[in-house]
């Protein structure tokens, strides 16, 4: 078990929704920090530059505004850092949205990743955490989802991506000795949550009086995962890199739209206005996490049910009933 402080950590998308909440644990724990963000438009840059307000000026923390793509970039910051090991967490993001930019995913999630592996490489750094994503099972019908299921039919540009990550990053452990943990994420949510996703999106939406967009019937289930709960499997995982490894993150509970939105309304103090849409292609009808290789491995042991977790953030958005 690899002990954390004192260790120089990069951190690709550190400006994000996940990689701020991480910096700022990373350097609660004696952790020197460069973060590498692109600051893009996805959604507002002004929110990144704000998720990283509290810790700015930290003597530990350097920001780099840049691409994950920039080659040279890459290898000038690992010339300069001697980084201990990397959280990889930048890429172009959503489901939706990588059906209609295919080509931009591609490059900016697999070059991407691959000119980090290639920085690491020439530099000898041997220790990566990789974000991926739990779409990579696509319409699996067996749940919960294993580590072990079959992941050869992703069914969005934005999973297919993510699986090629993976892949790429085993052949970098076979060739060259990189110890890797890859994360499969499912439904990351809390404060500082990106707009675009259900939870933030309905909440805004509800506040505002305003109908919230349902894809289908609300049948549809994910596993929600409270952002402390995933920093603890990122943490677990830091610290006990050997091999190249696959671990599920995710609250082992599924919960379907039309429950989500009946807890939301509770916790908002408001009620909810539904628009129901045609389901979206590439969306899968139930995500489930076995986590049960990561709390043997890991100590993972989500602490956080969605009730709880959607209560903490109607309280960061200031809301709730009166």
């Known amino acids: 078990m690899q002990e954390l402080a004192g260790c ?20 609660e724990r004696g952790v020197r920090v460069t973060v590498l963000d ?37 290898a000038r910051l690992f ?14 993001a959503g489901v939706r949205p990588s059906i209609e930019q295919p080509l931009l995913y591609e490059d900016v ?38 580590e072990t299921d079959p992941c050869d039919r992703p069914i969005s540009p934005y999973a297919a991506t993510k699986r090629a990550c993976e892949l790429a990053i085993w052949t970098y452990h076979h060739l060259y000795g990189i110890q890797a943990a890859l994360l499969r994420l499912f439904t990351v949510y809390g404060p500082r949550q990106r707009p675009d996703l259900a939870i933030a999106r309905f909440a805004r939406r509800m506040l505002a009086g305003e109908p919230i967009p349902v894809y289908g019937d ?13 920093l603890q499997g990122v943490l ?10 696959i671990y599920n993150l995710g609250g082992a509970v599924t919960t379907s739209v039309n429950e989500l939105i009946r807890l939301l309304e ?24 076995d986590i049960t ?24 958005l200031g809301a709730g009933p009166h």
């Open 293 to 316: 290789k990561a709390r043997q491995r890991l100590g993972y042991e989500p602490q956080v049910p969605l009730a709880e977790g959607l209560a903490r953030y109607a309280a960061w």
């Open 38 to 74: 692109n600051f893009d438009d996805f959604y507002d840059p002004a929110r990144k530059r704000a998720n990283l307000a509290a810790v700015q000026g930290r003597a530990e923390l350097r920001v780099v505004e840049g691409d994950v793509r920039d080659a040279p970039l890459l």
């Open 236 to 245: 677990g995982a830091m610290q006990r890199l050997e091999g190249c490894e």
């Open 266 to 289: 509770r916790v908002l103090g408001v009620p909810a206005r539904i628009e129901r849409l045609p389901v979206q292609p590439g969306d899968v009808p139930r995500t489930w996490a």
């Open 8 to 27: 120089h950590v990069l951190v690709t998308g550190g400006a994000g929704f996940i990689g701020s909440h991480l910096v700022e644990r990373l350097l």
């Open 79 to 92: 010339r300069e850092g001697t980084f201990d090991q990397v959280v990889h967490i930048a890429a172009r």
């Open 218 to 230: 609300g049948s549809f289930e994910r596993d929600f995962t409270y952002i402390d709960d995933i």
């Open 109 to 146: 999630n697999v070059r991407g990743t691959l000119v980090l592996l290639e920085a690491m490489r020439a530099a000898g750094c041997r220790r990566l955490v990789f974000a991926s994503s739990s779409s990579v099972y696509g319409a699996a019908s067996r749940v919960p989802f294993r």
